[in-house]
């Protein structure tokens, strides 16, 4: 059976090895390298997240597409949702963020991959690509409207959640391929984007996270605080899409526009 797991927890807690001890480094003034601080900063960002996170992976839309009857008009909802949250977000976080350090963070947009599996649907399950939530690109120049450093934060932090919204796109793919209906068009650039663009990696996007931070100290509570922010808003947009598909009747998710009332998300603890 597979996962139900369609955002992959990385770093699960487990007991982590010392890289200083396979270095030969000891003692009390032993300073860790970028990648052994990587599972901290990770971690917190998941606990940071650990509501909404739950929140968003027990919304209806999201465990359609791994129910053993996927439909063309099904997975069409559940990539237009994210194709609306991603028009509205993905832009603002790229451009907030220096190209050099999208390099060594290993990334690149999703924007166009959803874009390409939505025309692939399109003479099955019809429909054109919706527009962004409302407010939801309001709420991402809000987040983003701080001095530059604090700003780059804040965007490093939404990255993350981007990124890790893709971790279990091959999982997902795989179970699609196992039920979708014969003779059907399974576009999967966008679940299976890491499969073609490997980039560097889940880890290597957190030793290039924990490597910028070093740099910036005092940066982490803005990291944090974009991540939460811009899950919220994939929670938001996600469950407005879901309800805006219930008003207009059921099979209707593929054509229903996003609307509905903007759904508060609680949160966890901030960190100190």
């Not at 992976?57 to 559940?78: F, I, K, N, Q």
């Not at 993905?90 to 991959?113: D, N, S, V």
């Not at 939404?158 to 893709?166: D, R």
């Not at 650039?189 to 070093?214: I, M, N, S």
């Amino acid at each position: 059976m597979p996962s139900d797991r369609l955002f992959i927890q990385p770093y699960p807690d487990r007991p982590q090895p010392d890289p200083r001890r396979r270095q030969g480094i000891h003692g009390p003034d032993a300073q860790p390298t970028a990648a052994a601080a990587t599972p901290v900063l990770m971690r917190r960002l998941r606990a940071h997240t650990a509501t909404v996170h739950a929140a968003t992976e027990a919304l209806p839309l999201m465990r359609r597409v791994l129910t053993d009857h996927p439909s063309p008009a099904g997975y069409r909802g559940y990539l237009a949702a994210f194709h609306a949250l991603y028009l509205a977000v993905e832009p603002a976080l790229y451009a907030a963020t220096p190209a050099q350090l999208l390099t060594e963070l290993g990334i690149a947009p999703k924007l166009p991959a959803l874009q390409q599996d939505l025309r692939a649907l399109a003479a099955t399950a019809g429909g054109a690509p919706p527009l962004p939530p409302p407010g939801s690109c309001q709420a991402v120049r809000a987040l983003l409207d701080l001095p530059d450093t604090t700003r780059g934060a804040a965007a490093l932090g939404g990255l993350y959640v981007l990124e890790g919204a893709t971790l279990g796109g091959q999982v997902i793919a795989r179970h699609l391929r196992a039920h979708w209906p014969a003779g059907v068009t399974l576009p999967t650039a966008f679940l299976e984007f890491r499969l073609h663009h490997p980039g560097g990696g889940w880890r290597g996007f957190g030793v290039a996270l924990a490597r910028w931070t070093a740099r910036h100290p005092g940066s982490e509570r803005a990291i944090l605080d974009g991540a939460l922010g811009v899950f919220s808003m994939m929670h938001e947009a996600l469950a407005a899409a879901e309800l805006g598909a219930t008003e207009a009747g059921p099979n209707r998710i593929a054509d229903a526009p996003i609307k509905g009332p903007r759904r508060p998300v609680a949160s966890t603890p901030g960190w100190p």
